[in-house]
């Protein structure tokens, strides 16, 4: 089956550690995303990359890092800088060229105390 | 004013019942719109995607555009407790491939 995975589904750290959270697609889809959500404040853009060795800062990017060096692979650097990065953490992919749709991988739930 | 604006609920119907999800925005240029529905501590699921004005059925959902308005609709018929989840909307403008996305309003289906 096609789809987006993230892992881990939680996550523990201690505050001042970076931690990196994984996202994968077999989707072979050219674009991926990044985001934050946290309660009352809806979806908030992190990092996107809509080609393989490229990505752009999203709304919210500082306190994190990105890298994008194969197509299916999109993983997110949590720095140590970010003040407060205890949220739900959603991964998400689309087609380019005419499709406008996002698909979401389950989440990661970070915890950072 | 929020590009997107979408009433958190909760919205509280009885099994059976048809249910209106609601979504404005003020951005002419969209011109695709989206519906996810998100269960708790889960990823959002594309339902519903749509091109421009009009209608479009699939199964119990319907997603309705009306663009004069700037106002997108979900309806779901004979809703289910299994429907109960957060949803939201998300519309692009043409040639943007990050999409604007609302709030989510939360869905409670009692038996």
């Known amino acids: 089956d096609g789809g987006i995975t993230q892992s881990p589904k939680y996550l523990f750290r201690k505050e001042g550690q970076n931690v990196t959270l994984s996202c994968e697609q077999n989707l072979n889809h050219d674009a991926m995303y990044w985001y934050r959500q946290d309660p009352g404040q809806g979806l908030r853009l992190i990092y996107y990359?809509?080609?393989?060795?490229?990505?752009q800062k999203g709304d919210i990017a500082e306190g994190y890092s990105v890298s994008r060096e194969k197509k299916e692979s999109f993983p997110l650097t949590v720095t140590s800088a970010q003040k407060n990065p205890t949220a739900f953490y959603l991964c998400?992919?689309?087609?380019?060229?005419?499709?406008?749709?996002?698909?979401f991988g389950p989440g990661t739930r970070l915890t950072v105390t | 004013q929020k590009e997107v604006e979408q009433d958190p609920g909760p919205l509280s119907v009885p099994e059976g019942a048809i249910v209106s999800l609601n979504c404005t925005y003020s951005n002419s240029a969209f011109q695709y719109f989206m519906w996810y529905r998100q269960y708790s501590r889960k990823g959002p699921e594309l339902l519903m995607y749509?091109?421009?004005?009009g209608n479009k059925e699939d199964g119990r959902f319907t997603a309705q555009v009306d663009k004069s308005s700037k106002y997108i609709s979900l309806f779901i018929r004979d809703s289910q407790p299994s429907d109960s989840a957060t949803y939201l909307c998300?519309?692009?403008?043409?040639?943007?491939?990050?999409?604007?996305f609302g709030r989510g309003t939360s869905l409670i289906v009692h038996p």
């Open positions: 998300a519309m692009s403008a043409g040639g943007s491939y990050i999409p604007t």
């Open positions: 749509t091109y421009s004005s």
């Open positions: 990359s809509q080609i393989v060795n490229d990505f």
């Open positions: 998400a992919s689309s087609k380019t060229g005419g499709s406008y749709e996002q698909y």
